[in-house]
């Protein structure tokens, strides 16, 4: 049963990520990409980190799309700026192909780097997801976390500039 409920889910996810490359409209593919955020925060929740599930929904299906939707419509994207990229498609699809056979491929083999962490389920259910992300984000990732930090915030300033027609 659980596992016809996770291909379930996968193919949900799978046809709403294809949704978001194919339809013509942002705003549709933005609720495309809201569910594929919730088909995600599934699979956490599948996998015992009901954290991950809640992060995944708060932050990304909430946070990270309302400021999709602004730079969306403060962009204001014409239909001469679609047909533009219209061509591009094709090799996005080809891509994406690529990228979806590798992924498979890794997955088959069941351990995709081949390096195995110190944090198991035991350890997991001992002291707590919380409390392994922070002490991982803020030990041993907090380079690659501040990083990620000034990345989005020049994305949002260059949103902002992209935005303003007249200084």
């Known amino acids: 049963m659980e596992l016809l409920f996770f291909y379930l889910v996968a193919l949900v996810a799978i046809l709403s990520a294809f949704l978001v490359v194919k339809c013509k409209n942002p705003v549709n593919s933005a609720i495309s990409l809201v569910m594929t955020f919730f088909c995600l925060a599934i699979f956490y929740v599948m996998l015992y980190a009901p954290f991950m599930a809640a992060v995944q929904v708060l932050?990304?299906?909430?946070?990270?799309?309302?400021?999709?939707?602004?730079?969306?419509?403060?962009?204001?994207?014409?239909?001469?700026?679609?047909?533009?990229f219209q061509h591009g498609v094709i090799g996005g699809a080809i891509v994406a192909g690529?990228?979806?056979?590798?992924?498979?491929?890794f997955v088959n083999r069941g351990n995709t780097a081949g390096i195995s962490g110190d944090i198991t389920r035991e350890r997991v259910l001992a002291e707590?997801?919380?409390?392994?992300?922070?002490?991982?984000?803020?030990?041993?990732f907090m380079l690659p976390f501040q990083i990620a930090g000034i990345l989005l915030l020049i994305a949002i300033v260059g949103a902002l500039v992209l935005a303003k027609k007249e200084v």
């Open 128 to 140: 707590g997801h919380m409390e392994l992300i922070g002490m991982k984000l803020f030990t041993e």
């Open 98 to 105: 690529i990228v979806m056979v590798q992924a498979v491929m």
């Open 59 to 84: 932050v990304y299906a909430g946070a990270i799309m309302v400021l999709i939707l602004f730079v969306i419509m403060l962009l204001n994207l014409g239909p001469e700026m679609m047909e533009r």
